[in-house]
């Protein structure tokens, strides 16, 4: 296995949409949202591992989740897992655990992957990682994997990238918002948009450099921990600094105003597991399309149903069709399918009325 091939595992997010299952406390990536054995973190490291040798996983998470990092992924050690002290979304953190990669291997590859996505074809995933990994290897680049857009979905942004290129490598042309309905519908018409899936490759020579064009200040901040990064004084640099920096994502830090961005359309399945209904869309159904974690179910006239508890728990339904029904610890969430956007603001109103115990 390639020794400079490294991997940054992003699992410092909270997931609040798949609330009561996911808290602050206990995030979706450390959970088994797909009953299949495996939490989302530990499918994702292992993915992963038929690629990057597993010491060159980094997982970059907020220090409230140190423990369930090393729980979880029992073959990582403690300089494989990157503290943020503070969130500052996505570019502060891939840019401090670029300058340790730096520090460690200059000529490093990296993958900047989430912890809670869900690829099925795991041999087509390495096959297009390594493709990238070649390219980034030879060009001064910035590359992305795009997945090929099933619908005009409106809840994820979308890749531009150029309709006369032959390659199965394209140069990006630019990167677009989210977009309403009838503007995804014009995207899907024209060809040439994937969806943005955050995942990244590049080598760490390039990614730092991009950061130092576009980023001077952020870039300054970090670059002044150099002499840190990798000892015992390195924790306290970034308890200092760490909450200075800028919050900003690596798309608006140097993906956007960067020139050099290809894309590869990935040819594997996959899902952001964003949402409850993301979840149910990858669930196999019982013959009432229910789907169904980790729950034994008699249903009555009830269909198109999330159903999901702990232990094996009987739930009996009648005349419901299309609500999310989740029994999490003292949370018992009955909730329309059609709204599952509000799940966010509806957090919001029962920490405010029974506590943050529950967020």
């Given at each position: 296995m390639n020794k400079n091939y490294y991997a940054i595992l992003m699992a410092g997010g909270v997931g609040s949409r798949f609330w009561p299952v996911s808290t602050k406390s206990f995030p979706k990536?450390?959970?088994?949202?797909?009953?299949?054995?495996?939490?989302?973190?530990?499918k994702t490291f292992k993915r992963l591992t038929q690629i990057v040798p597993k010491e060159n996983i980094f997982i970059l998470t907020n220090e409230l989740y140190e423990k369930l990092v090393l729980e979880q992924l029992p073959e990582v050690t403690a300089r494989q897992v990157v503290?943020?002290?503070?969130m500052r979304n996505t570019a502060p953190c891939i840019l401090y655990a670029s300058l340790k990669i730096q520090k460690e291997n200059q000529d490093a590859l990296m993958i900047v992957a989430p912890s809670d996505h869900w690829i099925e074809d795991e041999i087509a995933f390495s096959k297009n990682v390594r493709t990238a990994f070649d390219f980034c290897a030879n060009n001064n680049t910035l590359m992305t994997l795009g997945i090929q857009p099933t619908f005009p979905n409106t809840g994820y942004g979308y890749i531009e990238f150029d309709k006369s290129s032959n390659s199965n490598i394209?140069?990006?042309?630019?990167?677009?918002?989210?977009?309403?309905?009838s503007?995804?519908?014009s995207f899907i018409e024209q060809g040439n948009f994937l969806w943005n899936a955050g995942i990244f490759m590049w080598s760490v020579k390039s990614v730092i450099e991009a950061f130092q064009i576009n980023q001077p200040q952020l870039y300054e901040l970090f670059k002044s921990g150099i002499s840190d990064y990798n000892t015992e004084t390195e924790s306290d640099f970034i308890a200092e600094n760490y909450a200075n920096a800028e919050n900003i994502s690596v798309d608006y830090a140097i993906m956007e105003p960067s020139s050099n961005v290809?894309?590869?359309?990935?040819?594997?399945?996959?899902?952001?597991?964003?949402?409850?209904?993301?979840?149910?869309?990858?669930?196999?159904?019982?013959?009432?399309?229910n789907a169904i974690v980790n729950s034994r179910v008699l249903s009555t006239d009830a269909h198109n149903n999330m159903i999901k508890t702990k232990n094996n728990k009987i739930?009996?339904?009648?005349g419901i069709s299309d609500y999310i029904i989740v029994d999490e610890n003292d949370v018992l969430l009955i909730f329309p399918k059609e709204k599952?956007?509000?799940i966010k603001e509806l957090l919001k109103q029962v920490t405010d009325k029974f506590g943050d115990k529950y967020s």
């Open positions: 990536q450390f959970h088994d949202m797909l009953g299949t054995g495996d939490t989302l973190i530990q503290l943020e002290p503070a394209k140069p990006v042309k630019q990167f677009r918002e989210k977009p309403d309905y503007v995804a519908k290809y894309v590869i359309p990935a040819t594997f399945d996959w899902n952001d597991l964003g949402t409850w209904g993301s979840l149910y869309d990858k669930l196999e159904k019982d013959v009432d399309n739930v009996v339904v009648d599952e956007q509000n």
